[in-house]
């Protein structure tokens, strides 16, 4: 396993406590107990972030980047107390955070409003600084259900609503089709199972459970951000893929980031295909 990097999160102006957001009870956590690692662009961190978001290890039999930007800090694990970073961890003691710019700066009100990072990202599939994070997994019998928890949080809120740049976070199993039709807005992205139940991609632009707002970015480096969500998809044993992506469309500008915890795979039924709030 790749060695982590570590960084000392600040917690607030004083540094001494983060809130968590969106649950309604406040949890003061010491800075010394939640720590965030930058992740390179190896097989080894693919490895570290998709074990942070699993209680089940044995879920995982691989893991790779399929399009990831070469700087800025685009991929982070962060370690802390359960649920006292914004609601974050839902699972174990680490969750990782996805972005498109800086994403270290999640828990750093001053950075509100900022233009962002450019991760001098290549053009991907239309868009700029893209990450596409594979998991590759074992699903065990008697399984009928895939689920994660995640909450996406921009910068693009309000000024780009409904313009033509738009960060978005998309999931979607075994293949990565999504695109982004040039100089456009729109986003195809046909095998995307984080959508909301009228159909939208998670983005500034998405509505009913998908809407961000301010309030639900309170405290962090964001000016809008989701609840806490779940994305589930019905799912067969045996061997498949998950593939998350978050990418900016039209520019490298105003950062967006997604946190990822409680990835699982059990039977449900009936299995949802699509989001819905998180209750637990």
Not at 16 to 26: D, K, M, N
Request: charged residues 20%; contains cysteine.
């Amino acid at each position: 396993m790749e060695r982590l990097r570590r960084s000392r999160v600040r917690l607030g102006v004083a540094a001494t406590a983060i809130c968590t957001v969106g649950s309604g009870a406040a949890v003061a956590v010491a800075a010394s107990q939640v720590k965030a690692h930058k992740m390179t662009r190896s097989h080894g961190s693919a490895m570290t972030l998709a074990r942070s978001i699993t209680r089940r290890p044995q879920l995982i039999r691989d893991a790779f980047f399929l399009a990831s930007p070469p700087k800025g800090s685009a991929r982070v694990v962060v370690q802390a107390p359960h649920e006292a970073v914004y609601g974050f961890p839902r699972g174990s003691g680490e969750f990782a955070v996805l972005s498109d710019g800086c994403g270290m700066r999640f828990d750093k009100p001053k950075y509100k409003g900022s233009s962002g990072c450019n991760d001098l990202g290549p053009k991907f599939r239309g868009t700029r600084d893209t990450t596409i994070f594979g998991v590759a997994l074992n699903v065990p019998k008697g399984a009928s259900c895939l689920s994660f928890r995640f909450r996406f949080l921009s910068n693009e809120y309000p000024k780009w609503v409904g313009q033509q740049y738009n960060d978005a976070f998309i999931a979607e199993l075994d293949r990565s089709t999504w695109s982004s039709p040039k100089n456009a807005p729109g986003i195809n992205a046909p095998r995307d199972f984080a959508k909301t139940p009228d159909g939208s991609i998670i983005s500034i632009n998405a509505t009913g459970v998908g809407h961000v707002s301010p309030a639900n970015a309170r405290g962090t480096g964001y000016d809008a951000a989701t609840r806490i969500l779940r994305a589930s998809t019905p799912i067969k044993p045996g061997r498949h893929t998950l593939f998350l992506s978050i990418f900016d469309q039209g520019d490298r500008q105003y950062d967006s980031a997604v946190f990822v915890d409680r990835l699982t795979v059990n039977h449900r039924s009936p299995c949802t295909r699509g989001v819905a709030f998180d209750q637990h």
